[in-house]
């Protein structure tokens, strides 16, 4: 079982020592700054640590993120001060960046908001992990008091579009859980993933009540949720060693894609055995509307590899992004090499689980793609992450591009087309650390850009409108408008 306390070291960015290998100018594919120019920029934060999670938005213009932070924490002009060590966070941008809303989620042990999702009226959805006690809504008509029945339990929660808590819910474990994804469904509802050890319960107390049992040091569980956040089913994804789901989308026919990670052998209930290529693999699982399991798919080579994200299209088809180490197969089909250290990979799977098509990027040090997101009918997507060193994206591609990191990390932005080939890229200058967490695309083609860094960091770097950002304290959150 791991300790909560460990917690503490995934809310930090990867230290790693680097040298500056860029010339400070901004690299394009096919024009990334005339495609997406920047239309503002802004941080949040204090004078410790502050992490970035994720983002959403909705049809309107507005823009949800989240995260966690210690002590004390400012997003515009509202600042929230933890209750506890670690305490998550919510807020709610305008589409020119004015805030609307801002909020803590935590008591005095460690909190955190993993994931965050919006639906269709402006509500969001958020989810995470908390330990102890903690009061949500505290003072409204909904106040919710949620208890851990383990060393830490998983939540989720609802806030409507003006903040105001709607519902929350915790799954308790005889260990320790924690909701690592969070999808909105689009009939109100949403869909769950994350990770527990021990004996973990969802829906206590309800007609769908479901204890599940992890059979090795932690198993991964997948689960889906009403409008009003009652469970409808919880599914477990086990085997004899540690297993996690890292990410989720709701699929149209009412089921889930689960992208997650996995060691030795993975034993799904109602699919077939994988087996594990290297240190750490990962599996890609489509869930029906009832649960039943419906393909699952194998993903890894000989070293590590790590999930990043997940999309279903209108189609049925899936879209998966993460990074490898070395060599990374993709459902028996397709086998990418990296350039150097770690690569990042996207991939297209048909709706029965068939590789359609796998792409990587990176150069000689390392890239890790951290979110994926669908920006049209037809499969195109915007990819962030962050790399170390010049990184190739596009390799082969006409719009080919090598983007040179300004400091020991920086961010990258990459729009794709339906078939994985790059369109455009674009990067931060930082003078420390920053790294991509966030993406919300909108219909107009523009997109919200979130994640965090260390020092200061500049986007649109030798244009008129360029914005450079200074961190409060140890670790701050960018949030970045682009595109047209």
Not at 241 to 249: I, L, N, S, T
Not at 343 to 359: E, Y
Not at 430 to 454: I, Q, Y
Request: hydrophobic letters at 45%.
């Amino acid at each position: 079982m791991r300790p909560y306390a460990a917690l503490l070291g995934l809310l930090l960015l990867c230290a790693c020592d680097s040298e500056s290998t860029g010339d400070g100018g901004l690299a394009d594919a096919d024009g990334g700054e005339a495609a997406a120019p920047l239309r503002w920029a802004l941080s949040a934060g204090g004078a410790e640590y502050d992490f970035a999670a994720g983002a959403a938005a909705r049809s309107g213009g507005t823009c949800a993120i989240a995260g966690a932070f210690q002590g004390s924490s400012r997003f515009g002009g509202r600042e929230l001060q933890s209750a506890g060590d670690w305490d998550g966070f919510l807020a709610l941008y305008d589409g020119d960046g004015g805030l609307d809303w801002a909020l803590g989620i935590g008591g005095p042990g460690y909190e955190r908001v993993w994931a965050v999702d919006m639906l269709p009226d402006g509500s969001v959805l958020c989810a995470g992990a908390f330990s102890g006690e903690m009061v949500l809504g505290k003072g409204e008509a909904g106040e919710t008091r949620l208890v851990a029945t383990g060393a830490a339990d998983a939540f989720a929660a609802r806030y409507s579009a003006q903040g105001s808590l709607v519902w929350a819910r915790s799954a308790g474990s005889s260990a320790s859980a924690w909701a690592r994804a969070a999808a909105a469904s689009a009939d109100g509802g949403c869909v769950l993933g994350g990770w527990f050890a021990g004996r973990l319960t969802l829906g206590a107390g309800t007609p769908a009540e479901t204890s599940l049992e992890a059979s090795g040091q932690g198993d991964a569980f997948v689960a889906r949720l009403d409008a009003g956040g009652a469970l409808l089913w919880a599914r477990r994804i086990g085997g004899p060693g540690d297993v996690e789901c890292r990410a989720v989308a709701a699929a149209p026919d009412g089921g889930l894609v689960a992208l997650g990670r996995f060691t030795g052998q993975l034993e799904p209930d109602g699919g077939p055995a994988l087996q594990s290529a290297g240190e750490r693999d990962l599996f890609l699982a489509r869930f029906g509307p009832q649960g039943q399991l419906g393909w699952i798919a194998p993903i890894g080579g000989p070293d590590f590899d790590e999930p990043g994200s997940v999309a279903v299209l209108a189609d049925g088809s899936v879209l998966a992004a993460g990074s490898f180490r070395q060599r990374c197969a993709l459902a028996g089909a397709a086998e990418l090499v990296s350039a150097g250290d770690w690569d990042v990979f996207a991939a297209r799977f048909a709706p029965d689980g068939g590789l359609v098509w796998a792409r990587r990027a990176g150069g000689s040090r390392g890239e890790h793609a951290h979110v994926l997101r669908a920006v049209d009918s037809r499969g195109g997507f915007l990819l962030t992450g962050w790399f170390m060193g010049p990184a190739v994206l596009g390799p082969g591609d006409p719009g080919e591009v090598t983007l040179q990191p300004t400091c020991s990390a920086d961010a990258f932005l990459a729009r794709y087309d339906e078939d994985g080939r790059l369109e455009w890229a674009r990067q931060s200058q930082g003078s420390d650390m920053v790294s991509g967490r966030g993406l919300a695309a909108l219909e107009d083609g523009s997109a919200f850009w979130m994640g965090g860094f260390t020092n200061s960091v500049t986007f649109g770097a030798g244009t008129q409108g360029a914005v450079t950002l200074s961190a409060a304290g140890e670790q701050d959150v960018f949030l970045a408008r682009v595109g047209p």
